[in-house]
């Protein structure tokens, strides 16, 4: 089943292209977000990020998963 935090996880990271970020917006660690992620990633049996050590930018997965947060204000 998936919680909130996970797709909340997923939202800020793609709203803001950094686990970093995304972890200070919803009072968590960097590792707890990359772990939602993960989990949520298992779920649905696809990649929804790419990860360089300092920014994480959606999949075409990813992007179809949460359109408008492929595209960030």
Do not use: Q, W
Request: with cysteine; hydrophobic share 45%.
């Amino acid at each position: 089943m998936l919680s909130f935090d996970l797709l909340a996880s997923f939202a800020s990271a793609a709203r803001h292209g950094s686990l970093a970020k995304a972890a200070r917006e919803l009072g968590l660690t960097p590792s707890a977000v990359a772990k939602n992620i993960a989990r949520l990633e298992l779920h649905a049996g696809v990649r929804l990020f790419y990860r360089t050590t300092r920014h994480v930018t959606l999949s075409p997965d990813g992007a179809r998963v949460c359109p408008l947060s492929a595209h960030p204000r």
